[in-house]
T-cell receptor, first 117, second 114 residues
Framework: GESVGLHLPTLSVQEGDNSIINCAYS??????FIWYKQESGKGPQFIID?????DKRQGQRVTVLLNKTVKHLSLQIAATQPGDSAVYFC????????????????FGRGTQLTVWP | DAGITQSPRHKVTETGTPVTLRCHQT?????MYWYRQDPGHGLRLIHYSYGVKDTDKGEVSDGYSVSRSKTEDFLLTLESATSSQTSVYFC?????????????FGPGTRLTVT
């Protein structure tokens, strides 16, 4: 089964508010995590990533937090805008014990973010 | 945007017919992937390639085959399409490094099997 999941399938926020999208994972061997944004009718687009040796990483208006103790990942979007409305996916890359992952990513099912004016 | 194109972008076909989807990249990335996306399932890996003529199965490979004869092209073939293969198919490329396993996605192909 999927080791990457989401707490909520949908999230609605008002324009200007901060958004928090959560993701749980079960594989402690995962060493890399990534967030994608997918707009309707398009392919997923990279937002931000983080390695397991980090707890936090910031980008432009986005922050990813990693809590390895509880195997939890979150994406925070500051001052959410209507253009942020999309489906957000988290994904993990699991080491296979031999030091190689071949770059495979395992995706969660996604959270639909809707931003209201 | 990464130079990834998929063809066709839309296709309707009948059950039992063969179908080939093409992914073309201009980035010279070693790794290429085929995913399918269905409601409630996110993105699921079908097959991937880590070099010319080097391919391996993903988590939902039954009913699909792939070929990679050139770095830039990765073909996905449904030998005999079934209705359960109606989906949106995405190709992705990557060049895994020390710090990133980011994959770049194409625009997708919507396949309907009637």
């Amino acid at each position: 089964g999927e080791s990457v999941g989401l707490h909520l399938p949908t999230l609605s926020v008002q324009e200007g508010d901060n958004s928090i999208i959560n993701c749980a994972y079960s594989n402690s061997a995962s060493d890399y995590f990534i967030w994608y944004k997918q707009e309707s009718g398009k392919g997923p687009q990279f937002i931000i990533d983080i390695r397991s040796n980090m707890d936090k990483r910031q980008g432009q208006r986005v922050t990813v937090l990693l809590n390895k103790t509880v195997k939890h990942l979150s994406l925070q979007i500051a001052a959410t805008q209507p253009g942020d409305s999309a489906v957000y996916f988290c994904a993990e890359n699991m080491a296979n014990g031999r030091g190689s992952t071949l770059g495979r990513l395992y995706f969660g099912r996604g959270t639909q973010l809707t931003v209201w004016p | 945007d990464a130079g990834i194109t998929q063809s066709p972008r839309h296709k309707v076909t009948e059950t039992g017919t063969p179908v080939t989807l093409r992914c073309h990249q201009t980035e010279n990335h070693r790794y290429m992937y085929w995913y399918r996306q269905d409601p409630g399932h996110g993105l699921r890996l079908i097959h991937y390639s880590y070099g010319v003529k080097d391919t391996d199965k993903g988590e939902v490979s039954d009913g699909y085959s792939v070929s990679r004869s050139k770095t830039e092209d990765f073909l996905l073939t449904l030998e005999s399409a079934t209705s359960s293969q109606t989906s949106v198919y995405f190709c992705a490329i990557s060049e895994p490094g020390v710090s990133s396993y980011e994959q770049y996605f194409g625009p997708g192909t919507r396949l309907t099997v009637t």
